[in-house]
């Protein structure tokens, strides 16, 4: 498309222009006309952070360059018109180059163009929500000849340089830029970015990992529909609402959200902003701004707005931004970072020395197959060769056993050494501290935070209650650490909470020295930076146990780039497998073996019938569209059946459906039926570490299309749950016709004919289900 000049009110000169059409003259209109070499940038930013176009602009001259769409980064590799547009203005150290937020384009421009800036300034520090709050730009123009009301800035940047910025918006962004920037009055304190030393390997792996976590970003929902109680209370305060589940609980808000009430009253239903004055537990303090009667009823309550970034979260962001200030010497010096991300530029490690000889010592009723007991060698080794250990744990090989038994005998064999052990969910750690409980080693120390605990999961703490630290209780000084810890050199914590601020005093008594995390797999490998950076001085060892045929980090189905620490190639081919699984009975155990281990996994377990895997075909099953979502009430109704059996049979055991809407409509229903409800009812991606004896499996598809049947890993994590047996729930025709590939197609077609029950013959086999 050839270029067309526009003029806009105020008399800016404004070019369009396609990328692969744009020429040095384009460009020389805005270098001539920029008044003491000031030039303005503003982007707008696609859904996977590439640009959509790209605004320069002077005091009088504005080009817009469109850009085509990107579907791979070409870092290093820019093209011809993007190499004219470095060399000219970005690079081009004459000019001064303006942004609100430079940090982001600057490794949007690295990342997905190949392309460098120098003498770039940024108006705004770095912004980990990614959104453009209006006192945060009110502070950015202050002292400038001009006044910019707050509501013109608010809607100027109102799609936050997003996809839905109009042409006019980008163009006023970018000249207020570069007036902004180049006024002698500002009050706004410009943070220098430049990229144009940056080593190329470094710059184009930390370029990737920051567009990485801005894709997330935008992963999350920007409403939340929030599960609470019917019943509410008015009172002087406002309205009191109780949340009934902790995934979409009401929260403190974060700055930009709010609260949303669908009320129905007097015969009418409408909706009623509010705002959130206080969070207790379930509870929340809420004040409508308009009056509720107390013969109302609430249909919904929905949270509008992102949430807020976690500490990790931003941590990581503003090491980034620090890298381009030329600030930061991790990539360059550390060596964990090396292992990890550079091995090219991998130097000797120095010697670390314990202070006695580390060797294996096991607890009481601890035996160790011949894979476990390697992997224990590896996790107390300090050889260089092994200051960074890969352990790959199939499901129910024993990896919470193998951390036991390895944090046990570090702290048993060293007397100095400290040992951390955490994972990427609350539920996994709690895991790892019944194991240690369960091994009789109870001189650890697990750290929990106090929005998940209180009011929430403290069933889930019993069993290790004595060893409980709640985040709200942490001291601020060492002296009070050292009365807490009680002289334990375990602890136990999630990865983010690791980076919380006050955890300060427990890690300067405790230094982080071996850092063992499970759940690896699920961890995006660019969430460890901050925190080898934060502990860099301490860090002496670093080992990774997961499972990359299990759960991938949140939002790989999306993003296809993320990476856990099991893709990078060169760590996982030394990874140490854990070959031997203790949870499944054989048929089921051979089967995940040959389908997703390549027949390495072994399987030791005494029960060896076939049967201990059913199929239960439930007739006259149809999937019906929930939202964005799936359920089926004929298969619930087929759960409920068989809950209400397994409870008279005393068993225990969990049920587990791939979909959101089915799971809240099985967990009401036993509810509803004075079944046991609590910790009943689970997605697969809440039940990755779990197990139970026996599985009720709902597929909840029955048409023409897989679904969530066509993710393997997720389909393992729901196939390999079990200790006694799994009884599945589904369309006969479905899973031999349209899922007939699938994992679970694959495991009916192996059992074979006999593997299937019709439903009307439930209450027949009573207690022979698996007989």
């Not at 799994?726 to 192996?750: H, N, Q, W, Y």
Request: proline share 4%.
């Amino acid at each position: 498309m050839p270029s067309s000049t526009l003029l806009l009110a105020g008399g800016l000169e404004v070019q369009v222009v396609d990328q692969s059409q744009l020429k040095r003259h384009h460009i020389q209109r805005i270098l001539d006309s920029a008044d003491d070499n000031c030039i303005g940038l503003a982007p707008v930013y696609g859904p996977n952070v590439a640009l959509t176009s790209f605004t320069l602009a002077s005091n009088s001259h504005a080009l817009v360059i469109r850009f085509s769409r990107v579907k791979h980064s070409v870092a290093g590799k820019s093209s011809k018109p993007q190499k004219l547009l470095e060399d000219a203005v970005l690079l081009n150290d004459s000019y001064t180059k303006y942004a609100f937020l430079m940090d982001k384009l600057a490794f949007t421009l690295a990342h997905w163009y190949g392309v460098r800036v120098s003498s770039a300034l940024s108006l705004l520090p770095p912004q980990p929500t990614d959104t453009f709050l209006p006192l945060h730009l009110e502070s950015a123009v202050k002292g400038t000849s001009r006044t910019f009301p707050k509501g013109v800035l608010t809607e100027l940047f109102s799609d936050h340089e997003g996809k839905g910025t109009c042409q006019d918006d980008t163009v006023c962004q970018a000249w207020l830029a570069q007036h902004v920037g180049g006024s002698h009055t500002t009050e706004s304190t410009l943070i220098a970015y430049d990229s144009s030393s940056i080593d190329a390997l470094h710059l184009e792996e930390s370029s990737k990992l920051y567009c990485l976590a801005l894709q997330l970003r935008h992963l999350k929902p920007d409403v939340v529909k929030n599960d609470i109680n019917k019943d509410f209370k008015l009172g002087k305060g406002g309205l009191d609402l109780t949340s009934a589940r902790f995934k979409t609980r009401i929260t403190q808000p974060s700055p930009g959200q709010s609260l949303e009430i669908k009320v129905s009253q007097g015969g009418q239903q409408f909706n009623i902003s509010a705002r959130t004055k206080k969070v207790e537990g379930r509870g929340a303090k809420i004040a409508p701004s308009k009056v509720i009667s107390s013969s109302a009823s609430i249909i919904h309550v929905k949270t509008i707005g992102r949430e807020a970034p976690t500490t990790a979260e931003g941590l990581r962001h503003r090491l980034f931004a620090d890298l381009l200030k030329g600030g930061v010497t991790l990539l360059d010096k550390d060596r964990f970072v090396q292992t990890i991300f550079f091995p090219e530029y991998l130097s000797p490690w120095p010697s670390v020395t314990a202070s006695r000889p580390r060797r294996v010592v096991l607890a009481d009723r601890t035996i160790l197959n011949d894979s476990q007991a390697q992997a224990v060698e590896a996790i107390i080794s300090l050889e260089a060769r092994r200051r960074v250990v890969l352990i790959h744990g199939p499901p129910g090989t024993g990896k919470t056993t193998v951390i036991a038994a390895g944090a046990h005998s570090i702290v048993k064999s060293d007397l100095t050494a400290t040992v951390w052990l955490v994972a990427h969910s609350n539920v996994a750690v709690k895991n790892i501290a019944e194991k240690l409980v369960q091994s009789n080693f109870l001189d650890f120390k697990i750290v929990v935070s106090k929005e998940f605990h209180f009011d929430w999961h403290e069933h889930l703490y019993q069993k290790v209650e004595p060893n409980l630290i709640r985040t709200d209780s942490l001291p601020r000084d060492t002296l009070a650490a050292h009365r807490l810890l009680l002289g334990s050199r375990v602890i136990l914590s999630t990865l983010s909470n690791l980076l919380n601020q006050t955890m300060s005093s427990i890690t300067l008594v405790a230094p982080i020295r071996t850092l063992i995390v499970d759940e690896a797999s699920q961890i995006d490998v660019g969430d460890y930076l901050p925190v080898i950076n934060r502990f860099q001085h301490t860090l002496e060892k670093l080992v990774f146990i997961g499972d990359d045929k299990q759960l991938a980090p949140y939002g790989y189905e999306q993003i296809k780039e993320l990476e856990s620490i099991f893709e990078k190639r060169h760590l996982r081919v030394d990874a140490i497998l854990l070959d031997t699984q203790y949870r499944m009975p054989l048929a089921i155990g051979k089967f995940i073996s040959k389908h997703v281990y390549e027949g390495r996994l072994k399987t030791n377990h005494p029960l060896t019938s076939p049967k201990t895997c059913r199929f239960v075909h439930v007739k006259g099953t149809q999937e019906e569209r929930k939202g964005h979502s799936w359920v089926n009430y004929r298969e619930a109704a087929m759960v409920i059946s068989l809950s209400r059996l397994m409870k008279q049979l005393g068993w225990s055991f969990r049920i587990i459906t791939p979909y959101d809407p089915q799971r809240s409509f099985i967990e009401n229903e036993l509810k509803r039926e004075k079944l046991p409800h609590d910790d009943k009812v689970f997605n697969v991606d809440s039940f990755q570490g779990n197990e139970a004896d026996y599985i009720i499996v709902s597929l909840v598809r029955s048409g023409t299309k897989l679904g969530f049947l066509q993710e393997q890993r997720r389909a393992n994590v729901m196939l390999t749950r079990c200790k006694k047996g799994m009884i599945i729930c589904t369309s006969r025709p479905f899973v031999e016709g349209v899922a007939c590939d699938s994992l679970v197609g694959k495991l009916a077609e192996t059992l074979g004919p006999e593997a299937w029950i019709s439903s009307t013959r439930i209450a027949q086999i009573g207690g022979r289900l698996f007989k």
